[in-house]
DNA sequence: TTCTTTATGGTACGAACGTATCACGTTGCT
DNA sequence: AGCAACGTGATACGTTCGTACCATAAAGAA
């Protein structure tokens, strides 16, 4: 049986099996057997690819910052070709929030992560936890881009609202995951102050699902 | 040396080890070993005041909770004698961003806590959950009060701007916590949506520290 | 004073976990 | 064909953790 083997591909199937333990389990629970046993094999294959369980922790939270990725330009995309930024901008904090199983997932893992890297220097250092940074300077961008064309209500500083629509998909997002809010109402409210930061006639609305 | 106790207050000492030592290394990290060290007894004492390691947890976020409510009312009180509904808001919300290092630790272990909720269903029926539904409600109801004493602007939906002011208190928090924000920068921010809901006029401004 | 309850210390036990070690079949290279 | 590297399994080791057990000194009740 031991043929040649994607070492890349077989690394991802781990770190999915994972992410679908952590989600089910809590990140704080997952073991080297869990993930053997859930990616269907040996504890000594995921230390094989995985030498120690830091690597494979480190590595599963790249793979999900990757596949959260993926999603947005998919929402993104499903906005209709050339969307404008206020369809974009709501795909991404759409995409951000728990609705089905697989953004549930998302959202407790890498919120387990973050916390995780308040006391864990190991995982602070980690580039994905100054990726946030990153939606933030996207969000700028996109709110300048629409502020430029037009689209935004005057007086607006776009700095500061990227930084309240991400800390809102944030905090909504765990509200939803906790179970005290429903996703509607977390999408309700979101739409709700794109409202307030849009211009009403221009905005191609709804593109919600 | 084994004089009567005061069973209580020593269930407080040792749920407050907890929390020090769960702000420091992290919730999932604390064993019964370190609460006891930190507290300054022996393994078996934390055993015999909390039979198990559940019930200390429990114990745990019970007191954070209380803690957290006594800091809420002492920054509304030090808003002055019957403030205005904006400033007993502003005390809430402030007081639940981690500014020092006590709220530092009442939001990294209060997450800690939401995010254990998710997976561990005892912990999910504890009521201190639920709590920031309460929360919700008496948000409600201070904007509810300044909008019938014509504080708030027109067309303001009080519900909705309760969830959005809790979610971005939340978002923020967590932001200010991994180091992404400065809490000037949040507080800036919620300011910025506290002007956007209240009149400019009667705003008897900046209570923070 | 004697006896029972309370408070506390020390320590042991069984389980789980991350990691390391040994062994062996398979594949590709020369 | 033979040899070295790869892929995989089984299992053992040392540690840590939560919990349980045993002992004992002080304090209040009789």
């Not at 049986?1 to 809590?26: C, F, N, Q, T, Y």
């Not at 030498?51 to 999603?71: P, V, W």
């Not at 429903?182 to 307030?196: I, K, N, T």
């Not at 930061?197 to 221009?202: D, E, P, Q, T």
């Amino acid at each position: 049986m031991p043929k040649r083997v994607d070492h890349a591909e077989r690394r991802s199937e781990i770190a999915e099996a994972l992410l679908r333990v952590a989600a089910r389990r809590g990140l704080h629970a997952v073991g080297m057997r869990d993930v053997a046993a859930e990616a269907g094999v040996s504890l000594r294959l995921v230390q094989y690819y995985f030498e120690t369980k830091e690597k494979l922790l480190l590595y599963g939270l790249q793979h999900l910052a990757e596949r959260f990725g993926e999603r947005v330009t998919a929402r993104a995309r499903a906005a209709g070709h050339s969307p404008g930024p206020r369809a974009v901008i709501e795909a991404v904090l759409m995409a951000a929030l728990p609705t089905d199983e697989e953004s549930r997932a998302f959202h407790l893992v890498y919120t387990s992560y973050a916390v995780l890297s308040v006391t864990d220097q190991t995982l602070a250092a980690q580039p994905f936890i100054k990726n946030p940074d990153a939606a933030r300077s996207a969000l700028t961008g996109l709110l300048r881009q629409a502020e430029e064309s037009d689209l935004v209500q005057p007086g607006v500083d776009v700095q500061l609202e990227a930084v309240t629509l991400l800390a809102m998909s944030a905090g909504l997002g765990t509200s939803v995951l906790v179970g005290q809010s429903s996703p509607e109402a977390a999408a309700a409210v979101l739409d709700h102050h794109l409202d307030r930061i849009f211009r009403g006639n221009l905005a191609d609305a709804g593109t919600r699902e």
